[in-house]
């Protein structure tokens, strides 16, 4: 136990502690840059696999391709191969392009919910098609699906992790870059006390983050189920 509590002290000096923050808050810009472009994407693609004739076939076939593939495997494409200037951009856009597949299925699940009568009372109202969008299914369909949204942003928060195999210096990274120098603060090689008080700070981190939105999540849930 002695060792433990020295090994806290030794390690979480201001300067480590502030590398690890820094870390954080590259996870956090790549998971909100993530859901919100991956919103906006998956709101297009499950408007059209729900509502479109010509594009429902090009819809489906994207959103079945990154749905049953590996996010990892996008990232070390993206990586390599996505025309961004830099390596933050190319790993955003890899967790876009698949998590816009699984905000589309949540999307068209939401726009299944919709009363359809809701759709003819518009059209005999004389609204075209984008504007019973607009201002009658999408607000019906995103309060209808917040909770699974909020859902997946803890999934996208903890999926931002696959980042270190590409380098990308996020909290895991960091975590892991500072476990191997763990030495130059303790004044021994790396012991099992060093992994636990290392990796148990980032799972404390990632745990109280998704935590407190799973929180939000029931809450969510308990005034829809009312409602």
Same mark, same amino acid.
């Given at each position: 136990?002695?060792?433990?509590?020295?090994?806290?002290?030794?390690?979480? *000096?201001?300067?480590? *502690?502030?590398?690890?923050?820094?870390?954080?808050?590259?996870?956090?810009? *790549?998971?909100?840059?993530?859901?919100?472009?991956?919103?906006?994407?998956?709101?297009?693609?499950?408007?059209?696999?729900?509502?479109?004739?010509?594009?429902?076939?090009?819809?489906?076939?994207?959103? @079945?391709?990154?749905?049953?593939?590996?996010?990892?495997?996008?990232?070390?494409?993206?990586?390599?191969?996505?025309?961004?200037?830099?390596?933050?951009?190319?790993?955003?856009?890899?967790?876009? &392009?698949?998590?816009?597949?699984?905000?589309? @299925?949540?999307?068209?699940?939401?726009?299944?919910? *919709?009363?359809?009568?809701?759709?003819?009372?518009?059209?005999?109202?004389?609204?075209?098609?984008?504007?019973?969008?607009?201002?009658?299914?999408?607000?019906?369909?995103?309060?209808?699906?917040?909770?699974?949204?909020?859902?997946?942003?803890?999934?996208?928060?903890?999926?931002?992790?696959?980042?270190?195999?590409?380098?990308?210096?996020?909290?895991?990274?960091?975590?892991?870059?500072?476990?191997?120098?763990?030495?130059?603060?303790?004044?021994?090689?790396?012991?099992?006390?060093?992994?636990?008080?290392?990796?148990?700070?980032?799972?404390?981190?990632?745990?109280?983050?998704?935590?407190?939105?799973?929180?939000?999540?029931?809450? &969510?849930?308990?005034?829809?189920?009312?409602?």
């Amino acid at each position: 136990m002695t060792e433990l509590i020295q090994d806290i002290r030794s390690i979480f *000096v201001a300067y480590n *502690v502030e590398y690890l923050a820094e870390g954080l808050g590259i996870t956090l810009g *790549v998971a909100l840059a993530t859901v919100v472009l991956s919103l906006i994407f998956g709101t297009v693609l499950g408007i059209a696999r729900t509502y479109g004739r010509l594009t429902r076939t090009l819809a489906s076939i994207y959103i @079945e391709i990154f749905r049953n593939t590996p996010n990892l495997l996008w990232i070390f494409i993206c990586f390599i191969f996505a025309p961004f200037p830099t390596q933050i951009m190319r790993a955003t856009f890899a967790m876009v &392009l698949f998590t816009s597949a699984v905000m589309a @299925e949540i999307v068209r699940g939401g726009l299944n919910a *919709v009363d359809k009568g809701q759709i003819e009372a518009g059209k005999s109202q004389g609204f075209d098609f984008f504007q019973i969008l607009i201002y009658i299914v999408l607000p019906q369909c995103f309060r209808k699906i917040v909770p699974t949204l909020l859902s997946q942003v803890t999934t996208t928060i903890k999926d931002t992790s696959f980042l270190a195999q590409v380098a990308i210096a996020e909290l895991m990274y960091r975590t892991k870059n500072l476990m191997s120098t763990a030495n130059k603060f303790t004044g021994h090689s790396v012991t099992a006390a060093d992994v636990f008080v290392l990796f148990g700070f980032a799972a404390i981190v990632y745990f109280v983050i998704n935590f407190s939105l799973s929180l939000i999540v029931r809450r &969510l849930q308990r005034r829809v189920q009312k409602a």
